[in-house]
């Protein structure tokens, strides 16, 4: 099936280090979602983006709704050990939600 | 915690077999959407349930079916097992049949088929 290219596929980092991470497409989307999902989990949503160019945060996350409207960014400050997990995104269109290869974060003290 | 309930945790079935899987939504939510994710993968969409109708489904053969109940509570069935079918099946709800709103997604079911 289809899925959404993300890079890196993978991050070690230090604690305190800012993260960035994106993904991909070649289909254009009309809403962009960021989800984390922990091991023994489901994904939960971190940031929903509706409009191309639009840059949304949550706390320490921020993301982009990129302009072309086939990729998005995420981006991490100050990373805290709780981090750690894997990152998908995720675009929507009409009645199908396509999710990204994800990112898996690690992140030592 | 979501409230996204999901049973049973572990399943090991052979190929060819049929598996029920169970999801029971958070309270007040109408939609429920069912993924399968391999491992190593991202979740794949396989079809949502909107006040007991599809209401969209992804490239899954016939063989994957669903059924959503008055109390929104949802079933996926699979017949047939391939062993590709081996995968974490995740379920998610929310509050209208749309991926606009927030899916809350369940812990899932580990399928394993030999």
């Known amino acids: 099936g289809q899925q959404l290219n993300q890079s890196p596929q993978s991050m070690f980092i230090q604690e305190g280090e800012d993260v960035s991470m994106n993904c991909t497409s070649s289909?254009?989307?009309?809403?962009w979602l960021w989800y984390k999902q922990d091991p023994g989990e489901g994904p939960v949503l971190l940031i929903a983006?509706?409009?191309?160019?639009e840059l949304t945060s949550n706390g320490r996350l921020t993301a982009q709704f990129g302009i072309t409207r086939k990729d998005s960014f995420l981006n991490i400050s100050a990373s805290i050990p709780s981090d750690v997990g894997i990152y998908f995104c995720?675009?929507?269109?009409?009645?199908?939600?396509?999710f990204g290869t994800g990112t898996r974060l690690q992140v030592f003290p | 915690e979501t409230g996204v309930t999901q049973s049973p945790t572990h399943l090991i079935k052979t190929r060819g077999q049929q598996v029920t899987l169970r999801c029971s939504s958070q309270?007040?939510?109408?939609?429920v959407s069912w993924y399968q994710q391999a491992l190593g993968q991202g979740p794949q969409f396989i079809f949502q349930?909107?006040?007991?109708?599809?209401?969209g489904r992804g490239n899954f053969p016939p063989r994957f079916s669903g059924l959503q109940f008055p109390n929104y509570s949802s079933e996926l069935n699979v017949n047939a097992l391939e062993l590709d079918d081996s995968a974490l099946y995740l379920c998610a709800s929310s509050l209208e049949g749309s991926f606009l709103d927030t899916q809350y997604f369940g812990p899932g079911t580990r399928l394993t088929v030999l």
């Open positions: 983006l509706y409009k191309a160019g």
């Open positions: 349930y909107y006040r007991e109708e599809e209401n």
């Open positions: 995720a675009g929507h269109n009409t009645d199908k939600l396509i």
């Open positions: 289909s254009i989307f009309n809403t």
């Open positions: 309270s007040g939510h109408n939609t």
